[in-house]
């Protein structure tokens, strides 16, 4: 399913730093551990990042929140339930490197929720 007004039309990745590279060296990306397990690679909306980062990468450090233009990725993208029934964004494909509109080291606000920019 394309991004659709109600949608958005960008969504995250978080990564680790070897992962981050991995993507980096070979111009795609086709999925880490988890996501090559599913079938699909798992990504969030802006409003999920926060408990995604809290329920799958607590204690860990030196993460990148990649954000991917959905648009470039079309029909690869579906959004279907998951967490509490909340559509995520999951990539039944490759994520080309064209997919990526900027990389950050994860952050977090005052309210230790995850900060994109």
Known sequence: MSPSPALPAVAYKVLTAPQWAQWQAGGEF???????????????????????VNKHFAGQADLSVVHVDLAVLGDLVRWEPSRGGALFPHVYGVIPMTAVLTVQALARDAANAVSIS
């Open 30 to 52: 086709s999925g880490a551990p988890v996501d090559l397990a599913d079938g699909y690679i798992h990504l969030s909306t802006a409003a999920q990042l926060t408990e995604t």
